[in-house]
């Protein structure tokens, strides 16, 4: 199918009324920022169970950690609530002095004993982001004896020894490592939920902006902290959920939007050299790619899983739908990252994907479910997607879904194969290594519930390679295992990456200051204003 085909399905299934947004067409307040953009995949706002890119940048906006990325060079680190930091001779500790005029919106000063209530609460709720703490040997039972607070100012972390403390301390950069309000957090608890009922629907930070209304599937209004001594023109954020890309468009053309977030190549390119609009780019550490559950008699054989590989027009997806949006990459690190291997050894063969089909036993071919997020760019790329594997005998049958649900749906590996995105956690090339190598417990009941577990994909030498990688002290060495480990990755896998995104915020004429990050929690509206 060709890009016009796609477009014109596109259009036909929209469901907003152009017209009646049309007529409702006013400019926005000058202190109202109002963004367009698609927001189903959040499925939680408590920066401890939270695990989407939406997700992290709304929390990125309302929540500090003790360090975050340097935004211009994310491979070093600043001080976010933290004003220094030490570690022991053994390497096995670090202090922390926390800076003395952060806030919480309450207005409440930042503990250290908030800091370590924030991080132990990671832990003990154990949600899906909890393996990126737990990996230094932090349990229920002995976190709040490794991490605790020694003073107002002063928290101490002690490490299980087993990685180096610069890995420690791109961990606690991550979306899970947000600092929550302790008093207000408990305060709001059910039974034993330490408040993750509340936090999924509310704020409790130090960070410029609070949650003051969500509603799943429809917006987010944040305003800003009045804690905070920074004094912005802009004092409300409205996002609001838009799916299609064309009545985003539509919104930001007519006023009712400032910025729009999700717009297609195609789209994108009519708005270029327009001097009403501004795109502000930024190659961003998400990648989209199909992932396929081995626990699938077919998918489970090795020649199936080159099979598709071998099937699918890259080039062309990129081409004909993307081109403005996305890069094809086949590596699980993203470009950007340090080691990220940007060869592309994948590429359109049918004849030799028929050939491992046969090899497999298959050689009919035979019928599958594919989830996928129902926003575009995923519909398009589905579709040509089961006509690339329709080629070789493979029969997609596609399963559009709101993206949390999909994302419901592969952590609890009840799909079959899924076409999705996903984002790096913090700067370091372990954060995807452990994502799509690692799991030592396949177990339904596994601690680490990590991407290679939630599709069945044990690989006890890929485990090790893996963790030997994390703990290699010798800079190059290190580099040097996590590309061999990419290279045999793209081979024996069952993840089939396709595309890394180009994140594109499209502003109109006098909006300035958004900054979009390499990683999700990155982006920010703390310096946006309206001219």
């Not at 044990?458 to 580099?479: I, N």
């Amino acid at each position: 199918m060709d890009r016009r085909s796609f477009l014109a399905l596109a259009s036909a299934a929209s469901f907003f009324s152009y017209d009646a947004l049309s007529r409702a067409s006013a400019a926005t307040p000058g202190n109202v920022l109002v963004v367009a953009q698609q927001l189903d995949n959040v499925t939680s706002l408590d920066p401890q169970e939270s695990f989407e890119a939406v997700a992290a940048e709304i929390a990125g906006n309302m929540y500090q950690k003790l360090v975050r990325p340097n935004p211009e060079k994310p491979e070093e680190l600043n001080g976010d609530l933290a004003e220094s930091w030490a570690v022991s001779d053994d390497r096995k500790t670090i202090t922390f002095t926390l800076k003395s005029d952060a806030a919480f919106s309450s207005g409440a000063a930042v503990t250290a004993e908030d800091v370590a209530f924030s991080l132990a609460r990671a832990v003990k709720l154990d949600k899906s982001p909890a393996f990126i703490i737990n990996q230094f040997g932090f349990t229920k039972e002995n976190v709040e004896q490794r991490i605790r607070a020694t003073g107002p100012r002063t928290l101490v972390v002690e490490l299980d020894g087993t990685a180096s403390p610069a890995f420690a301390l791109y961990c606690l950069s991550a979306n899970v490592g947000s600092v929550v309000e302790k008093k207000v957090v408990l305060a709001n608890a059910q039974g034993d939920d330490l408040g993750n009922g509340w936090l999924r629907n509310n704020s409790a930070g130090s960070g410029g902006w609070v949650m003051r209304s969500w509603k799943a599937s429809e917006s987010a209004m944040l305003e800003a902290s009045p804690a905070q001594a920074r004094r912005g023109p802009i004092r409300r954020i409205i996002l609001r959920h838009v799916v299609d890309p064309s009545a985003q468009l539509l919104l930001l053309r007519n006023g009712d939007a400032d910025i729009a977030r999700n717009l297609t190549t195609e789209q994108l390119r009519a708005l270029q050299g327009d001097d009403n609009y501004a795109l502000v780019r930024k190659a961003a550490a998400s990648l989209v790619l199909i992932q396929l559950n081995v626990a699938h008699p077919q998918l489970a054989k090795p020649q199936v899983r080159q099979a598709i590989k071998w099937a699918i027009d890259y080039r062309g997806i990129q081409a004909n739908l993307v081109s403005l949006t996305h890069a094809v990459h086949q590596s699980f690190l993203p470009v950007g990252f340090p080691s990220a291997v940007t060869d592309t050894p994948f590429q359109k063969d049918v004849a030799k994907a028929k050939a491992l089909l046969a090899e497999a036993g298959v050689a009919d071919g035979f019928e599958i479910v594919m989830d996928h997020y129902s926003a575009q760019p995923y519909p398009d790329m589905a579709q040509a997607l089961q006509a690339d594997l329709a080629a070789i005998g493979i029969r997609l049958r596609l399963m559009p879904g709101e993206n949390r649900q999909v994302l419901t749906k592969t952590r609890a590996r009840q799909h079959e194969m899924a076409l999705t995105a996903w984002g790096a956690d913090y700067f370091d090339p372990n954060t995807n290594a452990e994502a799509f190598c690692v799991n030592p417990d396949n177990g339904t009941n596994a601690r680490n519930r990590t991407l290679a577990w939630r599709n069945s994909w044990s690989d006890a030498a890929f485990t090790q390679r893996s963790l030997d990688a994390l703990k290699e002290a010798d800079a190059a060495k290190r580099l040097a295992l996590y590309d061999q480990l990419q290279r045999d990755h793209m081979q024996q896998s069952p993840f089939v990456f396709m595309l890394q995104t180009t994140n594109t915020a499209a502003c109109r004429k006098g909006v300035q200051g958004v900054r979009l990050g390499t990683l999700p929690d990155s982006n920010s509206y703390a310096d946006v204003r309206k001219g």
